[in-house]
């Protein structure tokens, strides 16, 4: 496991402070604000602990109420909603300075079986065919303010193959969509909860990003403000990030400061694993 992936590893392993409440610490990824993708995986990893072990996690949503700081750590208290017979639903509320930033539903089933079907993965280039974010990202370290390069070309703990690079600081116009092979920058354990949370973790860096390519900024420019508003991930079978994943994503609309994307997570065989749908402000002031 390398260094880098074994550290957010263990930023998904929570304090117990009591039977459904829990810390976590915070990543300083360059901003002040804490990382969306963050929040809503530590918030699963305190719903996992609370959650009979019987029943596996199948649905999240994600509501961002405030920012969070990157600087403290985020105290998660886990509410149970219902225990069923097969589905347990439990809220968590991600809480700083005493008010909440986030509050994630999540919802697990007994393991069941049942009728199948699934859309048909996309047909694009390998991820050989497709451009390292992180070479991307250090060729333009020159563009990179000075403050925040060494955060920006650092090593991350994913690998990731991107079709359409677009500069954070000066975007370009391009289509509505992304295509992103990913898989874990090292080795990761096979444990599927901590594989999901993982996942949740990744599923948030590019949604909104998507959603202003047609635009032509990107998310650092000048005069943009980005931020999610809500996040939600469907898991449908097991997956393994240490093999190459698919994340296909496609923005069907934007309006009123608001942007929204839908992603599609495959693996190499072309099982569809998890849904993602996002909806984050865009605002643009000259």
Known sequence: MSEVLDNLIHLLKLEQLDDALFRGGCQDL????????????????????????????????????????SQRPIIYD????????????????AIQYGHPICHVTASFQVEESGFEHQ?????????????????????????I?????????????????AKYI??????TELPPEQYIWVRANGK??????????????????HCILTALHPHAKGFLQKGMKVATIDHSIWFHRSFDLNDWLLYAIESNNAFAARGL?????????????????????IRYVE
């Open 30 to 69: 360059g901003f002040r604000q804490v990382f969306g993708g963050q929040v809503v995986a530590q918030a699963l990893s305190a719903a996992m602990q609370v959650a009979p072990k019987d029943r596996l996690l199948h649905s999240c949503h994600a509501y961002f109420l405030a920012p969070g700081d």
């Open 119 to 143: 859309v048909k993965m996309p047909e694009i280039g390998s991820p050989e065919e497709f451009m390292s974010e992180s070479d991307a990202l250090k060729k333009a370290a020159q563009y």
């Open 78 to 93: 886990v509410e149970t909603l219902r225990e069923g017979r097969n589905f347990t639903a439990l809220r968590v509320k």
């Open 261 to 281: 994307a839908r992603g599609q997570i495959f693996d190499k065989a072309g099982r569809l694993i998890a849904t993602t749908q996002q909806e984050g402000l």
């Open 188 to 205: 990761s354990p096979l444990d599927q909860n901590i594989q999901k949370c993982l996942l949740a973790y990744f599923s948030d860096f």
């Open 166 to 171: 677009n500069n954070p600081f000066l975007g």
């Open 145 to 161: 303010p000075e403050s925040v390069r060494d955060k920006f070309t650092a090593e991350r703990p994913f690998d990731i193959r």
